[in-house]
């Protein structure tokens, strides 16, 4: 089974794009739990923190792939992919959806998401 997200970068709202799921499991709101997480500091989203790094560094519209998920809830993955200068890059995070975690896994992600 395969669900899309739809959307892309409009203006200046970063909005989900398409992208597809890899495993069977209600793995979608994880997506949204990602999304909607505040940065440590507490004074925005990972949405609109995220938003603001693409934005600053040039990060065309047409570049960024969006969002997609993986796994059986739970358990989810959620990735973030966009190219930059040539490179793609994948932003993971893991979401416990039980517990309500996000943890960023790995230093791009930790950056990206305001730690």
Known sequence: MHRLITGGLVGLALVLSPVQAHAQGNCEPAVAQVRETPTPDGATTIT????????????????????????????CQVTFVYQQDGA?????????TAAGTVTPKD?????????
């Open 88 to 96: 793609r890059n994948t932003l993971r995070w893991d979401v416990d």
């Open 48 to 75: 609109q923190f995220l938003l603001a790094q693409l934005l600053g560094m040039g990060v065309a519209p047409r570049a960024i792939q969006g969002w997609q998920y993986a796994g059986t809830a739970p358990t």
């Open 107 to 115: 230093v791009l992600t930790q950056l990206a998401s305001g730690y």
